[in-house]
Nanobody, 127 residues
Framework: QVQLVESGGGLVQAGGSLRLSCAAS????????MGWFRQAPGKEREFVAA????????YYADSVKGRFTISRDTAKNTVYLQMNSLKPEDTAVYYC????????????????????WGQGTQVTVSS
């Protein structure tokens, strides 16, 4: 089992920044691909970003590319999502997720391929 706890959400004005954190415990953190997903009211959960087990490769949704940065600190068993130039359409509950490492990066984008989830943290961007 892997336990994930997100933090760092809140209310911010458009153009502002937030950094989300996801603390992992339970299994060897370095064996897992880590992802961030988000879900807005009335919408399906969507992929935001992912990082492979070594931290050497990152993947982003087109909607956040150039504004968001995913990173991981293996020593702290934590993954981060730095969000800059936030827009009202970024408003959602953000979830951290983990899956066993797999070399096919096409499997990083689908929420159904992830095994463990955090409880979510609300991000609200006002216009």
């Amino acid at each position: 089992q892997v336990q994930l706890v997100e933090s760092g959400g809140g209310l911010v004005q458009a153009g502002g920044s937030l950094r989300l954190s996801c603390a992992a415990s339970g299994r060897t953190f370095s064996n897992y691909v880590m992802g961030w997903f988000r879900q807005a009211p009335g919408k399906e959960r969507e992929f935001v970003a992912a990082i492979n087990w070594s931290g050497g490769s990152t993947y982003y949704a087109d909607s956040v590319k150039g504004r968001f940065t995913i990173s991981r600190d293996t020593a702290k068993n934590t993954v981060y999502l730095q969000m800059n130039s936030l827009k009202p359409e970024d408003t959602a509950v953000y979830y951290c997720a983990a899956r066993q490492k797999v070399y096919d990066s096409r499997r990083y984008y689908n929420a159904r391929d992830y095994d463990y989830w955090g409880q979510g943290t609300q991000v609200t961007v006002s216009s």
